[in-house]
Structure formats: C-alpha cells, structure tokens
C-alpha cells in the first residue's frame, strides 16, 4: 500500500473543486488517509517548493500559493503516486489532455488546481511537511 500527498490549489479551492477532485480520486478507487483546509505561509511555501527556488516561476507560484485556503490530503492505495498523478493531468495546461483534472479544469501552468507528489521519496517528504501522525484516521474496515 502506497501513500501520496495530494494538495488542492487556491484555484481549485475557490472555483469550487474540491468535491470534483476528490470524487475522481475516490472513484478511482483511493481511500483518503487524512485531509485539511489551510492557509500555506510564505516560509511553508519556500520548504515545499524548495527544488524550485530560482526558476523564473518561482516567485509567482509561492504568491499564488499563498493567496487563499489549500485543502491539503493524504491518499493511499496501491500505485496511488503514479496514478493519481495521470488522473491530475501533465503540468503544461497545453499538454495536459481532456479526461484528467487540468485537461478538464485547468487553462494556465501556474494555476492548475492540484499538486501530486511525483515519486515515493518526495510523498514521504511532503506528508512529513503537512502532516502529523496524530492527523490520519484509522478505519476499522468494518464496511
Ligand atoms: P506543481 O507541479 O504542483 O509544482 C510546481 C508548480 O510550479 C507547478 O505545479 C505549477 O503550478 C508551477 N509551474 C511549473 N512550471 C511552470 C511554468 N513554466 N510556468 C508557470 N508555473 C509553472
């Protein structure tokens, strides 16, 4: 069983998305591990996006991502990453096709509703940034 971090953007957030998204994510099958609405402050911004500190977009994405509430999630299931990376859709609103989230949603790079961690490494990294582990519920699978 496979964990990923999965995060709503102040874009989806205020366009009224995140029922759409996570009703995608849980059709798929993926059981949601633990969720929260939030604000990113600029220093919590500078860790997450740290591999990205110098790149020209830098520093309109760290304002963009702090500009509203974020609803925060923890998704697990078997290949969560990878798949819940294609039902996201590329990153380049141009490459990202019909189907997915940004090819459906999504009509800017910067502003494209959902970030999903790419790889097992960067999933333990960003649920450790955003998550206790007193914040994930257990299910007792009883249904
Ligand atoms: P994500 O992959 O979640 O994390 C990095 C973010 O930077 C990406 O989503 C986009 O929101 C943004 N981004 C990446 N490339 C560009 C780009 N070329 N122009 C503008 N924003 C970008």
Redesign the pocket.
Known sequence: MERTFLMVKPDGVQRGLIGEIVRRLERKGFQLAAAKLMRITPELAEIH?AE?KGKD?YAP?VEFITSGPVFAMVWEGDQVIALSRALMGK?NCLEAIPGTIRGDFASH??F?LI?GSDSPESAEREIGIFFKPEEFVVYDRAI
């Open positions: 996006y990205h977009f994405l990153t790079t910067r494209n970030h």
